[in-house]
């Protein structure tokens, strides 16, 4: 009586390298939402336009946690990337809210969105930031094509966001602006996020 379906839906992709952890939801009768855990840097789905989605700072040229990790995966070549995109002023190519695109080089993945999560003790209203990176890393997908999209637990590390929170914000904006994708994932790095995470589907995606 619930969203939750088991992941193992008729044609339904996994990750390539990943197995069949996780579990899928359904957003609309053409779009699904998965939850599972993993290493994002790993993920992809084969033969389709796809991307990750990179939790970045401002500056956009790399940094600790998922973002160094995705630096190493893709090469050089990211942050040359990355590098090129126009900043807006001085030091920042990407404010907080807001997402940017590059190529994905050496990463499974295509294309690398690249968003900014708030610093949860360092704005006012940092759930309208957190909203705002979600939507604009999906309007920047719709732009590009993109039909498959995973996201890790933006502002969840470095960033210090609350687990529960961020959960509620990611699954309920992906619920009213996702559905133009075939499939969106969240793809987490530890036990304690990932049933955050289904909770709050639990919760918002009821059938
Ligand atoms: N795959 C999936 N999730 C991961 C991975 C991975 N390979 N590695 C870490 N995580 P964080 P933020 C999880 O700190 O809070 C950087 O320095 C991690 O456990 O990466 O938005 C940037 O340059 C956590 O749950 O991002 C920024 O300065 C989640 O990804 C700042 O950190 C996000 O943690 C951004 O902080």
Same mark, same amino acid.
Request: aromatic share 8%; with cysteine; net charge neutral.
């Given at each position: 009586?619930?969203?939750?379906?088991?992941? @193992?839906?008729?044609?339904? @992709?996994?990750? !390539?390298?990943?197995?069949?952890?996780?579990?899928?939801?359904?957003?609309?009768?053409? @779009?699904?939402?998965?939850?599972?855990?993993?290493?994002?840097?790993?993920?992809?789905?084969?033969?389709?336009?796809? !991307?990750?989605?990179?939790?970045? &700072?401002?500056?956009?040229?790399?940094?600790?946690?998922?973002?160094?990790? #995705? $630096?190493? %995966? /893709?090469?050089?070549?990211?942050?040359?990337?990355?590098?090129?995109?126009?900043?807006?002023?001085?030091?920042?190519?990407?404010?907080?809210?807001?997402?940017?695109?590059?190529?994905?080089?050496?990463?499974?993945? @295509? $294309?690398?969105? $690249?968003?900014?999560?708030?610093?949860?003790?360092?704005?006012?209203?940092?759930?309208?930031?957190?909203?705002?990176?979600?939507? &604009?890393?999906?309007?920047?997908?719709? *732009? &590009? &094509?993109?039909?498959? #999209? /995973?996201?890790?637990? #933006?502002?969840?590390?470095?960033?210090?966001?609350?687990?529960? *929170?961020? /959960?509620?914000? %990611?699954?309920?904006?992906?619920?009213?602006?996702?559905?133009?994708?075939? *499939?969106? $994932?969240?793809?987490?790095?530890s036990d304690e996020i990932?049933?955050?995470?289904?909770?709050? /589907?639990? *919760?918002?995606?009821?059938?």
């Open positions: 009586a619930n969203g939750r379906r088991r992941s @193992s839906i008729a044609g339904v @992709s996994t990750m !390539a390298n990943g197995g069949d952890n996780g579990v899928t939801f359904q957003l609309t009768p053409s @779009s699904l939402l998965k939850i599972q855990k993993g290493d994002i840097t790993q993920w992809s789905v084969d033969g389709f336009s796809d !991307a990750i989605v990179n939790p970045a &700072n401002e500056r956009m040229l790399g940094g600790g946690g998922a973002d160094g990790a #995705i $630096h190493r %995966a /893709a090469g050089p070549e990211l942050r040359d990337a990355c590098y090129k995109v126009p900043e807006v002023r001085p030091g920042v190519r990407c404010p907080t809210g807001e997402a940017r695109i590059t190529p994905g080089f050496r990463l499974p993945a @295509s $294309h690398v969105i $690249h968003t900014v999560g708030p610093i949860y003790d360092a704005v006012p209203n940092p759930k309208a930031y957190l909203t705002n990176s979600y939507r &604009n890393s999906l309007r920047v997908a719709k *732009e &590009n &094509n993109i039909q498959y #999209i /995973a996201f890790p637990a #933006i502002s969840c590390g470095v960033f210090g966001y609350p687990f529960d *929170e961020a /959960a509620t914000v %990611a699954i309920s904006t992906v619920k009213e602006f996702g559905s133009d994708l075939k *499939e969106v $994932h969240f793809v987490l790095f990932y049933d955050a995470w289904l909770k709050a /589907a639990n *919760e918002l995606l009821q059938s």
